[in-house]
């Protein structure tokens, strides 16, 4: 199994029996343009919510793909208004477990905000925690540092994707704190770089989670990292 990382939040899992894709903003992003998006081919899109540097290139790959798009309830009414069929949509909401071709998926919480591209309601961001292989992957998606973590401490996480960028979401010292609530030591650094307000000093970062035991994984956009 392995992970490419296309940019800002968005992350590809090659995992067992599947391919998912969260949050694809890719085409808007000037970092990402050597990533065709016509030549990824997803079976899931998994959307953490709606703000246009997550769900950018949602369209264009679903179409392209055929894939299953997977978000809360409400998102996922908003990609049914985007023209994808309700037949290629699963929606669920936050406790909730969905078996899949590769494993499962289950929503957990996030703290942040959301609306759709178009300023509608779209419910509420969430987090995910994939099984698959006997790999248990926890996908944050755009959140602060939340005492709701700590549920899942006991989990046996061997993966983490979290946000470090600060402004909008966690910043480099509370995902620090955030790997030691869920009890992970394999973190994938996520939405950092990608414009001013989220800029770090990555290799402070680096060293910063080295200090605390812990190991910061930064790819490069198009990089892979074998899970």
């Known amino acids: 199994m392995k992970a490419i990382y296309y940019g800002h939040s968005s992350v590809a899992l090659?995992?067992?029996?599947?391919?998912?894709?969260?949050?694809?903003?890719?085409?808007?992003n000037p970092k990402a343009a050597n990533i065709d998006i016509h030549s990824l081919a997803p079976d899931y899109i998994v959307l953490s919510h709606a703000h246009d540097d997550h769900v950018a290139d949602v369209v264009a790959i679903q179409q392209a793909s055929k894939a299953k798009v997977m978000a809360v309830v409400e998102t996922a009414m908003w990609?049914?208004?985007?023209?994808?069929?309700?037949?290629?949509?699963?929606p669920f909401n936050f406790g909730g477990t969905v078996q899949t071709d590769f494993g499962n998926i289950k929503m957990v919480?996030?703290?942040?905000?959301?609306?759709?591209p178009d300023g509608q309601y779209a419910g509420v961001p969430a987090g995910y925690v994939l099984q698959s292989g006997g790999k248990k992957i926890y996908y944050a998606g755009d959140t602060a540092l939340t005492m709701e973590m700590k549920l899942l401490e006991h989990?046996?996480?061997?993966?983490?994707?979290?946000?470090?960028?600060g402004h909008f979401t966690m910043d480099v010292d509370d995902a620090i704190t955030a790997s030691q609530f869920i009890n992970c030591a394999n973190i994938v650094g996520i939405h950092y770089?990608?414009?001013?307000?989220?800029?770090?000093?990555?290799?402070?970062?680096?060293?910063?989670?080295?200090?605390?035991?812990?190991?910061?994984?930064?790819?490069?956009?198009?990089?892979?990292?074998?899970?």
């Not at 919480?109 to 759709?116: I, R, S, V």
């Open 14 to 28: 090659h995992l067992e029996g599947a391919t998912v894709l969260f949050d694809p903003y890719i085409t808007p």
């Open 79 to 90: 990609v049914n208004r985007q023209h994808i069929p309700e037949s290629d949509i699963i």
């Open 109 to 116: 919480y996030a703290l942040h905000t959301n609306c759709a």
């Open 155 to 165: 989990v046996g996480l061997d993966w983490a994707f979290l946000p470090i960028g």
């Open 193 to 227: 770089n990608t414009f001013p307000p989220i800029t770090i000093d990555t290799e402070e970062a680096k060293q910063k989670f080295s200090e605390a035991g812990l190991k910061l994984h930064l790819l490069e956009i198009g990089g892979e990292l074998v899970l």
